[in-house]
């Protein structure tokens, strides 16, 4: 390799490309992949990191500094250049969920009431009725329909339809029933707290979601947002449904913190702080009831349907909310 300055003699013959070239070759010689030229391979698409601008809205790094090879982390699918840049993002996004969530607290009302529903459809008689609510009221538990079945000997699938029509569903079998298959769609939290039961997942990124008496629209959303599927709700017959719960429960989950943030500011911070600790190629926060839900995705490209070890998730709730 020619010398650019050889003691004592200029060397007028080299011009300006030349010695970029020369620069470049000793570059590669020296540090190959040296992050002066290129950014570090690492887990994530080629063309994150170097002169790809920072996500954050507010970002007040140059772009000089950006040359610094950092691919990761992603936060919702735009890539910050520092923790500060990360936090802000994080930031607003706490701030969105938060507008949400007025909205999912309002309680939601049947229609009609169950009995009323099973009596207009002929399906149980005005006594029956008397005597189930009558029951219920003595004993102050069970529900409507366990008291129906019980006591009056309606077929669990009638009540179950009754159910169904509540909620304007589907009334759902679990034939078939694989967890495995699921489980690293939703943490374990929402199956054992929220008994919501992934049942199967169609080729159309369609995932059905059951529950035993009670749907739960604000669930199925945070889950339809995470996953990017279409979750469809049903109900499942009692019977069935508490087997299956237990299958459930027995499988396998994407490991989970849980997290108590004192204030929306702080939570921010243990958000912020995860995502930059896990470098994640991917991660997305959606509210579920009072639980921020972070999922942070370390590998590339499985989007909906990811492995169970290539996601975590961080569960976190703010004191006062
Ligand atoms: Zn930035």
Redesign the pocket.
Known sequence: MPLLNPPGEPNPRIKADEIVEILRRAVEREAPGSRTVAPAPGPVPAKRGWLES?A?PD?R?GWMQLWRGRTAPVFEGGW???P??TEARVRAAVQREGRGRTESLRPHRHRIPLGLLMLEKGWITAEQLKSALASQRQHKAGKLGSWLMRQEGIGEDLVTRAVALQWSCPVLPVGGHHPAALTPLVPRLFVDAFGALPLRRSAGRLLYLGFESRLDPVLALAVERMTGFKVECGVVADSEFSQAHERALRARYPSVELVEAMSPEAAVRVLARAIEKAKPVDAKLVRVHDLLWLRLFRKAGEGAAPEIGSVEDLLCTIAGQ
């Open positions: 920072c954050n970002c790094t910050s250049c520092s500060g840049c």
